[in-house]
């Protein structure tokens, strides 16, 4: 198991500059070539909170993340911290946003360190090398993932859970406040998926890091996620805690979904009913045969049948 990380309190962290939230999304809207994609997305993260975008394919997800990191044309405004994300430089932003694509782009004859170490970019003067204390949050950063062993290795000869490592240590090398996480889960299996996210979510609580990610398995989103923003159509349809947003009512309508949603002591879990399907004997819902139910008429404890 590759989760390591050290103990440590969070630390207290600046107040936000208004509101209580950390990051608003106010009006926002994008298109896509010809395609309108978002359209009036209104939402807020409250500090050290994880907040996931969820919703069906093509409902504008991973668009809404790269508006909100600065990396998307788009109508409205989107605050960090009170500032305009559209009108801070690309140095400033990065160091209050870290971004992990779904798709990262990898530069060939990289190592890990300094790939990691390219996330503390925005700390020093252009063209000047890495200092000191650069090296010494990037390595914190390869340890805390448990990628010290793999530092002087290329960047493409990592498995794809590594490479999703990688690049999460070089966003949190950043140190930024807010870290946007676009579909992390997505190139992982089940184990290797939950250990990131048990990761993430104690990086939040030590660190005092805010997350949005976007999730597609809602039954992670579920039990990880504080709260959930559902998008359908470029549009937000609902807002909430887990349990309000994941109804059996709402993943019909938005996704066509035959599903039970069950409360758990762990968070929510979703399971998938097929429809129409007849229930099989000793399966949840199945008839129990009792004497009520048999079939009338004799029977051999009876006695031969009278003429």
Known sequence: MWLRLRERPAPPGPPTAWGGALLEV?????TLGRARVLEGVDLT?????WTAIVGPNGAGKSTLL???AGLQKH???VLVDGADVGLLAPRDRAARIGYAPQVPVLPDGVAVREYVLLGRTPYHPLLSSARDADREIAQDALDRLDLGHLADRPLRTLS???RQRAVLARALAQQPRLLLLDEPTAALDLGHAQ???ELVDELRREDGLTVLSTLHDLALAGQYAERLVLLDAGR?????APGEVLTSSVLARHYGATAEVVEGPDGLRVHPVRPGRPVRAGEPGAAVP????APSGPSSADGPAQP
């Open 45 to 49: 993260v409250e500090p050290r909170r």
């Open 66 to 68: 790269r508006v909100v």
């Open 75 to 77: 109508d409205g405004r």
């Open 160 to 162: 794809g859970g590594e």
């Open 236 to 240: 937000v349809v609902a807002a909430g």
């Open 290 to 293: 009792s004497a009520l139910s």
């Open 26 to 30: 106010q009006g926002v809207g994008a």
């Open 195 to 197: 250990q990131l996210l």
